[in-house]
């Protein structure tokens, strides 16, 4: 059974810096293409970022595009999410996620491993 925990959350200032961590256990973690989303309250769920599992390379939303970096290290079995220069407009729950199939998906239904959420709020 795989599992994602996603842990970095929390309250910050708006312009300020925060990382998110996704630990993922279970699986053979380097199989995986990870990606980052995030749901604010009545909205849907919308895509960040992706890393592929082989090359590392990304692929992001037009709303955090220069802001926030992906990344993951494979010996850790962790993926993350840098988060710079944050605004009102970040505060929702961050989710990680993970699938088998082709790198650059962006549409939450193509991701069969999720995490339970970490709250991000930013205050202006």
């Known amino acids: 059974q795989v599992q994602l925990v996603e842990s970095g959350g929390g309250l910050v200032q708006a312009g300020d810096s925060l990382r998110l961590s996704c630990a993922v256990s279970?699986?053979?973690?380097?199989?995986?293409?990870m990606a980052w989303f995030r749901q604010a309250p009545g909205k849907e769920r919308n895509f960040l970022a992706t890393i592929s599992l082989d090359d590392g390379r990304t692929y992001y939303g037009d709303s955090v595009k220069g802001r926030f970096t992906i990344s993951r290290d494979n010996t850790k079995n962790t993926a993350y999410l840098q988060m710079n220069n944050v605004e009102a407009e970040d505060t929702a729950v961050y989710y990680c996620a993970a699938q088998y199939g082709l790198y650059g998906q962006t549409d939450p239904h193509d991701y069969r491993y999720w995490g339970q959420g970490t709250q991000v709020t930013v205050s202006s």
């Open positions: 279970g699986r053979t973690y380097v199989n995986f293409n």
